[in-house]
């Protein structure tokens, strides 16, 4: 079921990791706002770079500018994988590793910082 969301809407799944794990922009100050304002910039991200492949139907240069949206995406979620490791002291992996399981397997990736975040709680934002 998260492996469906998170190919359908992953703006859900990481705004509830970054109200968890914190550490971002805005976190400090509520993390309910920064969790809903990250996960809505990324979501928004997200769908404009699947618009944005779609309509390189017409002009093959906006295929081009919806990959490059597209690795501003991936390249959030690989830092918030590395932010979710550090947060809870996971040893095994690199940030090189995380941006490639961003890139390459997003979907999967959201679902195992939920599941991270749901089987720890809460963390070193506390």
């Known amino acids: 079921r998260r492996l469906l969301l998170a190919a359908v809407a992953p703006g859900i799944g990481l705004s509830r990791v970054i109200r968890a794990v914190g550490g971002w922009p805005l976190h400090a100050w509520k993390p309910q706002i920064a969790g809903g304002l990250w996960g809505a910039a990324l979501?928004?991200?997200?769908?404009?770079?699947?618009?944005?492949?779609i309509c390189a139907a017409s002009l093959q240069q906006w295929c081009i500018v919806g990959l490059v949206v597209y690795l501003g995406f991936a390249t959030f979620l690989g830092l918030l994988r590395t932010t979710v490791r550090n947060a809870f002291r996971i040893q095994h992996g690199d940030l090189i590793t995380d941006l490639v399981c961003g890139i390459f397997a997003p979907m999967f990736t959201i679902a195992q910082l939920e599941d991270q975040v749901a089987r720890e709680g809460k963390t070193g934002a506390e």
């Open 43 to 53: 979501q928004a991200m997200y769908l404009a770079a699947l618009v944005l492949v």
